[in-house]
């Protein structure tokens, strides 16, 4: 959809020195010690304020920095004038995730990089993803929006295969376009990363369920505790339905193979963060799930991933919580809003350093990590300074609970249990922009193609397959 460009308001100045609305948030000291949402959202004023930052580009490359295209300009335009409902319906005719989105997406990255406002002198992007962010929270509190539209029954079955991101996006264009989705989710709650890899303080899991509910109220069904792959191969699956969509995601945990990983103690960032987001672990009084609550815990990374596990730790009780990363700050990958929060709550940054062994105790428990200091070398292909360890450094640092955090890999269930499917070091093998796979019918996106990635770019890939299993649906062209 093209997006809705209003006129080029008159008023530029005055647009311009309207500050960026900024975000109320918990007390850092005290949002340590709890699970409830760091962020508290924009009120309504404020959001009317932000959204009149806007100055309503000719050529919106905000639009063009969002995976989705969502209109941008347009949703924000109905948002000054205080038209809510309109502004909602404008978002969610490309984007049926907004609530998620606008809390999750690295919009520094995307649409906000892009935006004019922003690049003019001594000002900043309008800040898209809070007010995305605000609309959500606003229909969630009882606002009436429009209802999506969808088209009469084509008759035609699909069957999603992960309720992640990509799948879920997925499932939601294609119910809109009148196919009946089926949702196939190998955990027993549907979300996939966005409920078992994200804590609770940065995306509750209610807000979760109401999206997911949204899009049953399409009809869209979703099946759990069914791991395809196990439960039901992708040739079992083939009888039964008209196309399928595989987004499986990244949900091997990578490890170092250092001395000492299989000690008591040490665990895979998704592990740990499984067990206590999907699980509950943080909730012992109602859950039954066990996790380790150190004193003094290690985790190991500089992205999005290890600042979860580092401040979940944080919230589990822990009394020192050591980030070790073997680059500097510059070149960490995780959101810098989320360096900001972990930095704010008292997380240690141990910087240029990286572990080398564990060491453990009589009882096989991990007690201390040893590390070696690194420094900076020339920039590797990735543009980024290669880390180099400097000889003769080794320290240790005490830890009874470690998370190794370093990137996951492409879940290995269906490449291996699915025959002329062609994968590419674990990866399945789609085109781009159609999520078409060697096998007819059969399409993927995500992380499973593209590898661990963003949720807005898992979403991408999930509405990229939906049109083009629509065009294999009325055409059977493969």
């Not at 990866?427 to 499973?448: E, N």
């Amino acid at each position: 959809m093209a997006p809705t460009i209003a006129p080029v308001p008159k008023d530029l100045k005055k647009r311009f020195q309207t500050p960026r609305q900024e975000m109320p948030a918990q007390d850092p000291i005290a949002r340590g010690k709890n699970f409830q949402e760091v962020t508290l959202g924009l009120e309504a004023e404020a959001a009317k304020l932000e959204a009149y930052r806007c100055i309503y580009c000719k050529e919106p490359e905000c639009v063009q920095g969002c995976p989705v295209g969502i209109d941008i300009p347009g949703f924000l335009h109905e948002v000054e004038k205080g038209n809510f409902a309109e502004a909602l319906g404008i978002l969610k005719s490309t984007n049926l995730l907004p609530a998620i989105c606008g809390r999750v997406c690295p919009q520094e990255e995307q649409c906000e990089s892009l935006c004019k406002t922003g690049k003019s002198k001594g000002n900043r992007p309008v800040a898209i993803g809070r007010v995305e962010r605000f609309l959500a929270d606003w229909e969630r509190a009882g606002g009436i929006a429009k209802p999506v539209e969808v088209a009469p029954p084509t008759g035609k079955k699909v069957a999603v295969v992960g309720s992640g991101p990509a799948g879920l996006a997925c499932a939601a264009d294609l119910a809109k376009l009148g196919h009946k989705v089926i949702v196939f989710e190998a955990f027993h709650k549907p979300g996939g990363v966005l409920v078992y890899g994200i804590p609770e303080f940065r995306l509750p899991k209610a807000i979760v369920a109401k999206e997911i509910a949204n899009l049953e109220k399409m009809g869209v069904d979703i099946v759990c505790d069914f791991a395809v792959g196990l439960t039901a191969t992708i040739e079992d699956l083939q009888k039964a339905f008209d196309a399928i969509f595989v987004a499986t995601g990244a949900g091997l945990p990578y490890f170092m193979d250092l001395p000492g990983e299989n000690l008591g103690g040490i665990y895979s960032a998704n592990e740990y963060l499984t067990r206590v987001n999907l699980m509950g672990a943080f909730d012992p009084e109602h859950n039954d799930t066990p996790v380790v609550r150190g004193k003094n815990v290690v985790v190991v990374g500089g992205g999005n991933v290890a600042m979860d596990a580092a401040r979940t730790a944080l919230r589990l009780g822990a009394e020192k919580v050591r980030l070790v990363y073997r680059r500097s700050h510059d070149e960490m990958p995780a959101r810098e809003e989320e360096i900001e929060h972990a930095e704010e709550e008292g997380i240690d940054f141990t910087l240029l350093t990286t572990p080398v062994r564990y060491l453990g105790d009589d009882k096989g428990r991990v007690v201390a990590v040893e590390c070696r200091k690194m420094e900076l070398g020339e920039p590797g292909p990735d543009g980024r300074r290669k880390p180099v360890e400097v000889a003769g450094s080794e320290h240790q640092f005490p830890a009874d609970v470690v998370v190794v955090s370093i990137g996951n890999g492409p879940n290995p269930l269906v490449p291996r249990t699915t025959p002329g499917l062609e994968t590419k070091k674990g990866k399945i093998v789609a085109r781009d922009g159609s999520g078409r796979t060697s096998m007819k019918g059969v399409f993927a996106g995500g992380d499973i193609v593209l590898g661990a990635a963003t949720v807005i770019l898992a979403m991408g890939a999930g509405r990229q397959a939906a049109a083009s299993i629509h065009e294999y649906l009325q055409t059977g062209t493969w």
